[in-house]
């Protein structure tokens, strides 16, 4: 075969990588790679979007480790994930259960359950604003009263904010968990039960020393992307607080958006942005580290 | 028993996922009065379109929506094209570099995207980007979970069609059209109808790039209403229109939905 000859073959064969791969490599490093390096680049800098860039070095770093309202950031975002990762999983695992226990309707039942995931938060926070109002026409202070609780003032109490922010977030995507949730249960050996039940145990000791222990990976998928998940809430603060009162909800995200764009503070926010991304990497890492190649997750 | 235990807790727990969108389908039809003293939202007593005449008075409302249209039909477009080309190219064609490239793909997904907004923000000042369509739309003209949904896929279908279509003296393309794309309808159904909620959904790109009324998505509009209005029908009847394409795409592709969470956490 002629070296022309070869050379057509191999561009026949791989034509479609070149055509294609180059242009979207292109973009890619334009979209992604540069912006990544450009932030970090920033950190070391004063930039006021007017003019042009001084490097002050570690400045904004420092100002970073002296600064408490970042600090508090950072507090109610782990505090967000303490009371958003357990009850996202026990939501999601109880609607999955219940919809693979052989219910009719299941299909219908599941989008229900799913339908806040794909609904805009804007949507969902403008329904919950009002359900959490803290006047006595408010639906939730008029249900609790009729068990004689006192009308609470929910979104504008600063012990109550962040709790119901959580709970908003548990409703938006428990449907995805539950998702997970299903495939695990479904690939569970049917055999398994059926020699539990021959052996006489109850439904309640199948669940704890079957089907539980069995969902393990799951688990762990579901705990990481849930943690992931909350450190990166926003949508829901911006809505309904404002990331009040009093700093209760302002999230790291939250406090981001604020200092990069409603003060312009772009560099510190970069600043940020990456504390968020060492975070998230580092969780990340975890990931990889335990569940490792053993699982089918990846 | 159990099944009884199981539909009781169907049925409650469907209601609580139900009743936030029965309570803005009822809130749009409420007068203002009824709205603000009526905390169980019971079906209006004289129930009234005027919410709805009163978002699309000026046209404002409609424009948002077209603006949603516009920055989501074509990404979501782009996105099923490419990202069926390029899984295609990463699960079947050898070529140098083809792990290297993938996997520095994969390992841009933990980057979080607040960390790009400021810098992209900075680079779209300077190309005039602000207050355009371009800034939400070039970005996500395809996207790596996209790729990495088609790859999976494919991996999974055996290269004896293509080896004959080969044989046959078919060229990529014909092959990538005649035999992969068909095969990949509800892959590629699925990157679309997730490029489609997570383009018409955001709210955090547009709220940086976008700064005029007339420009924002219906997400955005819809967010400075709540701000501004403080009338509940008005709010529920803007929140039903925009919710009803949303509805409409998960009503139609549910399946890929599910099918792609699925798929996305699990190999």
Not at chain 1, 113 to 136: K, M
Not at chain 1, 239 to 266: C, D, E, R
Request: charged share 10%.
């Amino acid at each position: 075969m002629t070296l022309r000859a070869r050379l057509k073959r191999q561009w026949d064969r791989n034509a479609i990588v070149y055509i294609f791969l180059i242009p979207i490599l292109i973009h890619f490093a334009i979209f992604q790679v540069y912006p990544f390096l450009l932030s970090f680049y920033l950190t070391f800098m004063d930039w006021k979007v007017i003019g042009d860039p001084e490097f002050v070095g570690l400045k904004h770093w420092k100002y970073f480790l002296s600064d408490s309202i970042a600090w508090k950031a950072l507090w109610n975002t782990v505090m967000f994930s303490v009371y958003y990762i357990v009850p996202t999983m026990a939501v999601g695992l109880i609607l999955a259960l219940i919809i693979n226990s052989g219910v009719k309707m299941a299909g219908f039942f599941k989008g229900i359950f799913f339908l806040p995931v794909v609904t805009s938060f804007v949507i969902i926070a403008g329904i919950w604003g009002w359900l959490f109002r803290g006047t006595e026409e408010g639906m939730i202070n008029y249900l609790i009263g009729l068990i004689g609780i006192e009308p609470q003032l929910f979104l504008s109490d600063s012990s109550q904010a962040l709790p119901v922010l959580a709970a908003l977030s548990v409703f938006k995507v428990a449907g995805s968990t539950m998702i997970y949730y299903f495939a695990g249960l479904q690939s569970i050996d049917k055999g398994l039960y059926e020699a539990a039940k021959m052996d006489g145990a109850s439904t309640s000791k199948i669940f704890w020393k079957v089907t539980f222990p069995l969902l393990k990976p799951i688990h762990f998928y579901v705990a990481i992307t849930t943690t992931i998940g909350s450190f990166q809430i926003f949508d829901s603060a911006y809505l309904l607080t404002g990331g009040g009162p009093n700093y209760a909800t302002t999230t790291i995200v939250y406090y981001l958006y604020n200092q990069g764009f409603t003060s312009l503070n772009l560099s510190y926010a970069a600043v940020l942005s990456y504390v968020l991304f060492f975070i998230i990497l580092m969780i990340s890492l975890l990931q990889r580290r335990f569940l490792g190649k053993e699982s089918n997750l990846y | 028993m159990k099944k009884v235990i199981s539909y009781v807790a169907l049925f409650i727990l469907g209601f609580c996922f139900l009743m936030p969108f029965i309570i803005m389908i009822l809130g749009s039809f409420k007068n203002v009065e009824y709205a603000q003293l009526d905390p169980l939202f019971w079906i209006p007593d004289e129930p009234t379109l005027k919410n709805y005449f009163y978002i699309m008075r000026d046209g404002q409302f409609l424009r948002w929506i077209f603006n949603s249209v516009v920055i989501t039909v074509i990404p979501v477009a782009s996105q099923m094209i490419f990202c069926a080309i390029l899984g295609y190219i990463f699960a079947k064609k050898k070529f140098f570099g083809r792990e290297v490239i993938f996997w520095v793909f994969m390992g841009v997904i933990m980057i979080p995207q607040q960390l790009l907004i400021i810098p992209k923000y900075i680079m779209f000042s300077d190309f005039g980007w602000i207050n355009t369509y371009w800034a939400l739309i070039v970005p996500e003209l395809w996207g790596i979970m996209g790729v990495f949904l088609v790859r999976q896929f494919l991996q999974g279908i055996p290269n004896d069609l293509e080896e004959a279509a080969y044989i046959d003296g078919a060229n990529d393309l014909q092959i990538f059209f005649k035999v992969i794309l068909p095969l990949s309808i509800p892959v590629v159904a699925t990157v679309g109808t997730f490029a489609f909620i997570s383009n018409w959904n955001d709210l955090f790109q547009p709220l940086i790039y976008l700064t005029q009324e007339k420009m924002f998505p219906v997400t955005l509009g819809l967010a400075s209403m709540l701000g501004k209005e403080g009338n509940f029908g008005i709010e529920m009847a803007g929140s039903a229109v925009s919710f009803i394409p949303t509805f409409l795409i998960f009503l139609f592709f549910q399946r890929y939905f599910t099918e792609g969470i699925q798929m996305s956490g699990l190999k």
